[in-house]
Every structure is written in structure tokens, then in C-alpha cells.
């Protein structure tokens, strides 16, 4: 008889004389590491092959950037989205919809709560994940000069164009080129954007306007909500004139017909 064996048989005649309480007294005694070890990895089994049965990919994700967030308004988002995967008929079974209204940038660029939420906008940006962008003049202008938005009158119908264009905001192109320039500039001479005077929605006063949004005006959804309310405040005033909530569509966007949809949805441009 092999060691092994021996202390198999050993083990064999001690449980024989133990009551069950003191069988599993001794089970836990010298079995414990290896129950908690089974049980740890069936667990991490079990969770992973839920997750990969259950992923599903983003049928349509909004952020809504700087979206102040109060008592009647701490629900909506997940209503807003519940509500648009009926209206545009996304399968709730393959896919999911997200209203994300987390998203906080300031001008402290140095802190890491928002250096983390300016990697994970370029991060979503990048891989195309976000197909709707809200957020106030500042922060959206920042965005349009860095040309992350779809130019929307290369994306509209005809007769969309008709709807939205009074409602269209404006980034000049002209200042892409400075930017973009390959020779030395000295970054003391660039103007301070808050300090220039420029009115958004008057394509006549730049040299080369691109429609790059769509102004959140009076009577819809997402003025109703209030998340962009603290702008009526003067303080907010960006370039001269009062800031706006602006919703623009990333270039990045896979399926910019779903936020042409959201759009709809949030009744833009109906008033």
C-alpha cells in the first residue's frame, strides 16, 4: 500500500467514529483553502460567462456634459433613454441605450477628477462610442475647434437642413489652420478664447462657418429639464454673448442617423 493510500485509510476509519458535526468540523479544517479557492473560481466562472452572454454593444450613447443635476431631473436620464429605445425601435435584447449626464469639465485642468473625465471623453470619442454631445458654449467650442464634430450640413437631409438651420451653431475654420500649422507659434501671442467677441449663430461674421451644432432653444425636452438652466446666469457668458446648451455629433460617431433620431426625440428645432 502506497502513503497515499495509507493516509486515505487513516482518514477513512477517523470519519467513521465522528458524528457528522464533527465530520464537517474536520472537512473545514483541512479542506477550507481548497472550498474557498472552488468557490472564488466558480464564482469568476460564473460572472464572466453572464457577462459574455449578456454584453451587448451601444446602440446609442448621449453625453450631456456639465449637466447640473437636481431632485426632479436625477431620474430622467435613465426615463430618457428607456423612452428613445422605443422611439428609434432599438432591440433592447442586442442593444443598449445611455444618457450619461456624470460628465463634469472645468478650467481646472490640473485636477484628476478632470483629467479622467477629459481622457474618457477622448477615450469614447476616439472608438466612436458616443453619438451625441450636449454641453455649454465653452466647453463645446473647445470641442469644435479641435474639429471633433461632423459638419452638420454634410450629414442632413435637405429637409432637416430646412428644420435645424435656424438653429444651427457655428465654428469658424479659419482658426483650424494657426492651430494645425506646422511652423513655430508661440503660444504667449495666442488670444485668449473667452476674450474674443463671436456670435455662433451669424455664419456672416467668420471666414469659413461650419455648422458644427444644434442650439438648445425654448419648448423641448431637454430645455424642460433644466440641466443647462444655470446658464440664464450672466456669469456663464462666453465670447461676448450668453452661452448656450449646444448638442453636436462627434466625426467619430458610427451611426450619426441616431442622433439625427435623438434629435426628434428631444423635439429640437420644433418651436
Known sequence: MSVAEEIREEQRKALSTMSPKEKLAYFWDYYKIHTVVAIVVAAFTVMFIHQYVTNKDYAFYATLINAMQTD????LSAAWAQEFQEY???DPDEYLVYIDTTVSLSDDIGSQYAISNREKMLAMMQIGTINAIVADTKIFEEYAQFEYFCNLEMILSPEELEKYRPYFYYTDAASFEKDNDDTYYDMTERPDPGALVI???DPASMEQPVAVGIVVSEDNLLADAGYYAYLDNSEYDYQGHSSEAVLGIPISCKQPEM???FL???KLGQN
Do not use: P
Open 72 to 75: 426632479s431631473n436625477a431620474e
Open 88 to 90: 428609434a425601435e432599438i
Open 199 to 201: 456670435d455662433h449663430r
Open 259 to 261: 442622433a439625427v433620431k
Open 264 to 266: 426628434e426625440y428631444l
